[in-house]
């Protein structure tokens, strides 16, 4: 039987976008230690500054770009950062977002827009961005951050459910209209994870929670796949134990 090795990645390029704190953070000091030159984006310098300074420290490469990914002027000057620091872009994860909860009938539309923009715009665009490059080179991975409110329908949290269900279905068509030029795309859909956001978020256990780097090994996993293999639709990862406790 022929041995079955993993991609290797060490050499390749990545931009991490939301990449400053959280599941974006975490994600990057995983490619970083893969020998993965990372461009971390979003929209706080302080925080990108702090990751790409830690991944430098550790012997790594990386680069701190602040972007807001839902405009596309901020998407273009991202995309040309980093081509012009490693010379194009094999790796996108599309991490960067935005909570954003109510009733759907009481939220404003500003609110609306605002959620829209960041976790479904801003991948497109970032998307939008790389691919031609992916296409010429017939290669590169798009990783999407979705979220567990992309399957199910939680009340409340419509505005964030709507967009990152549309976001797995951006993901399945970018994949479909690619495979066959070498570009493989994932989406993940994470439960509960502390991040700063959530951490201090009323009756939650934390010891039940998922954690950044519970993600990013998940992201590490697909992205080590040969390039034939492609995993199912959104991969679900959770908690086996219900971490909210009212």
Not at 147 to 164: C, I, M, N, Q, T
Request: negative net charge; contains cysteine.
């Amino acid at each position: 039987m022929k041995e079955v090795s993993e991609l290797e990645l060490n050499g390749q390029s990545a931009i991490v976008t939301g990449g400053g704190t959280g599941i974006g953070r975490g994600i990057a000091l995983a490619l970083a230690r893969a020998g993965v030159r990372v461009v971390v984006s979003g929209r706080r310098p302080g925080p990108l500054e702090a990751v790409a300074a830690e991944i430098r420290q550790q012997g790594g490469q990386a680069l701190a770009v602040p972007a807001d990914v839902s405009q596309e002027g901020d998407v273009q000057r991202l995309v040309e950062a980093a081509v012009a620091a490693y010379g194009g872009v094999d790796i996108l994860v599309n991490n960067a977002g935005v909570g954003g909860y109510g009733y759907l009938h009481e939220l404003p539309v500003a609110a609306w827009d605002e959620v829209m923009n960041a976790n479904l715009r801003g991948p497109f665009l970032m998307a939008r961005a790389v691919l031609p490059m992916m296409r010429a080179r017939q290669q590169g991975q798009i990783i999407n951050i979705s979220s567990e409110g992309g399957l199910e329908y939680y009340p409340r949290g419509g505005a964030y459910g709507v967009a990152k269900h549309a976001l797995n279905a951006l993901g399945e068509f970018i994949q479909r209209e690619n495979q066959e030029l070498g570009v493989r795309v994932n989406t993940i859909c994470p439960g509960m994870v502390v991040t700063p956001m959530s951490e201090n978020s009323p009756g939650l256990n934390q010891d039940k929670c998922l954690y950044p780097e519970d993600i990013a090994e998940l992201v590490m996993w697909l992205l080590r796949r040969r390039p034939n293999v492609k995993i199912g639709r959104p991969v679900l990862i959770q908690t086996m134990e219900n971490p909210w406790e009212f």
